[in-house]
T-cell receptor, first 113, second 111 residues
């Protein structure tokens, strides 16, 4: 389909490993968002891109988290030296522009052992 | 961004109308109200968005009073498949922004 896709859908990492989560937004969508969702909680904002520019990264919990969108389309969220508290679902969303409704992907469930 | 407050959970029966009210006392002039629905193991899905008065689409209606300090999502004749978490958000379109989700309202629809 033409929706937002994320890969992998599930990722198990050993504590201390680096992981990379991929998001393919809807073609033509300018804005891209990453969220972290813990079990039973609402999604928490991590970072926001407008094209390739990362306009807001205030939600990234530590310097172990890094996101990029080098060509203004596909985005990667990288987590270095994973910790158990990083276990969560990582959601990606895209929209036509700022303030437009967001289309979410299915998420990547990360489990850190 | 304006903080939102909504009930933690609600129960309903199939065929009933469900109204979920959200408070957003600090909403600003440029803000508008958006509702999302989330099923387990899926990302949130946009339901409806509005600025004032009433908005209706094929899924729901959104009622916003004149002071805009609250809004009510109305789901007509719910079915079991409407069991989900519903999030109320206040979004500011200033070119650079972040979307703040609360804990949402867990709606349980019973047969």
């Amino acid at each position: 389909g033409a929706g937002v896709s994320q890969s992998p859908r599930y990722k198990v990492a050993k504590r201390g490993q680096d992981v990379a989560l991929r998001c393919d937004p809807i073609s033509g969508h300018v804005s891209l968002f990453w969220y972290q969702q813990a079990l039973g909680q609402g999604p928490e904002f991590l970072t926001y891109f407008q094209n390739e520019a990362q306009l807001d990264k205030s939600g990234l919990p530590s310097d172990r988290f890094f996101a990029e969108r080098p060509e203004g389309s596909v985005s990667t969220l990288k987590i270095q030296r994973t910790q158990q508290e990083d276990s969560a679902v990582y959601l990606c969303a895209s929209s036509l522009g700022g303030g437009e409704n967001e289309f979410f992907g299915p998420g990547t469930r990360l489990t850190v052992l | 961004l304006a903080k939102t407050t909504q009930p933690i959970s609600m129960d309903s029966y199939e065929g009933q109308e469900v109204n979920i009210t959200c408070s957003h006392n600090n909403i600003a002039t440029n803000d508008y109200i958006t509702w999302y629905q989330q099923f387990p193991s899926q990302g949130p899905r946009f339901i409806i968005q509005g600025y004032k008065t009433k908005v209706t689409n094929e899924v729901a209606s959104l009622f916003i009073p004149a002071d805009r300090k609250s809004s009510t999502l109305s789901l007509p004749r719910v079915s079991l498949s409407d069991t989900a978490v519903y999030y109320c958000l206040v979004v500011t379109n200033t070119g650079g922004f972040k979307t703040i989700f609360g804990a949402g309202t867990r709606l349980f629809v019973k047969a």
